[in-house]
């Protein structure tokens, strides 16, 4: 069977294009880590052997550091038809520095390549600091659990503000996209490297995963609020106001980046500070009301105790990221994660001390049905 002269043309564009893109593929790690003093063995690959020598150097495009942060060789030769090589890196100086590789084969001026090294004081502390971060990912996601339970227990909801579960929901879906976004979309993440060309993205895997299940908790608590007694209560102006600021502007946002007024990026930040302002003011409705009610009956404090400890771990993984980088800015590189864990911890004082000293006597609460005194 014969295929059509214009299909074969196509069909025989379609091998060129693949040859010529293998031809461009200079492949090397996108990130090195190393600790201070350590030597390591760096691998480029090229995808298809090139019928030319290809001589590769290396150009610093950023460094945190005035001093030299690695050595490098002066160049690498990739002799006719390799498909591989290899160099060493000696780590100098804790800091961070990235290169790009320059070539003499016009085949892969089209590929442009950069590495980032990395060079931290400690590899130990750099586990550490992973081990915290899923700490605190499980205090933080566990913390959604015993809530739902006691409501389910109770079969009711009174005493659980529906302020705070709404302006909740709308703080963990600004999160969950600033998060997703600089996590897994290629576009935001070529963008956030363009802007930060230290090259350190704050949002790891636990984070994604963090949003993405607080937001399916925070739905099924408010599924309860359908199907429980709740009494008279419902979401208040003042809180849906809130909400309105902060979702019309993100629409005109969404609409700017689709139409390329702004970056990806710039719409991505604009929820973090959505989720960072949401931090600020949803607490206050839930510790108005049990002030108002001089109980905390229906707001379960092992929320707020698990939500402590996430808080302090996550704090605690900033600054010891920031110590074992020499680079405390990485402090304020994610200003949600920092204002998220500081102002957390601040409402979480306030809730233990409400529960456990203000009002710690109190067994009975006024209904919001009818303002009666009901027991728990």
Known sequence: MKL???????????????????????????????TVDSIQTVKIVISVPLPEAIVIRFAVIYSSKQINIVELPEQILLPRFTSSSSFPVKAVEVGQV??????NSSNLTRAPTHIHFLVVHSRVLKIINMLIGWIYFLAWSISFYPQVLENWRRKSVIGLNFDFLALNLTGHLAYGVFNIGLFWIPCVKKQFLQCHPDGVNPVESNDVFFSLHAILFTFITIYQCFIYERGSQRVSKIATG????????AIIFIILAA???????????????IKLGIVLIKYIPQACMNYRRK????????????????????????????YNNDEWMLLFGDPTKFGLGLVSILFDLIFMAQHYCLYNKAKAYLSLNDGESSVS
């Open 259 to 273: 139409s390329g007024q702004i970056t990806w990026l710039q719409l991505v930040y604009y929820f973090s500070y």
């Open 98 to 103: 990235s290169i790009h590789l320059q070539c």
């Open 295 to 322: 109980s905390t009956v229906g707001w379960c404090i092992w929320n707020t105790l698990l939500d402590f400890v996430g808080g302090i771990f996550s704090l605690l993984q900033m600054f010891l990221q920031s």
């Open 4 to 34: 059509p002269v214009p299909l074969m043309i196509l069909c025989c564009s379609l091998v060129n294009m693949l040859q010529i893109e293998a031809s461009e593929t200079l492949i090397v790690p996108e990130v090195v880590s190393l």
């Open 242 to 249: 809130f909400l309105v600021a902060a979702w019309m502007p």
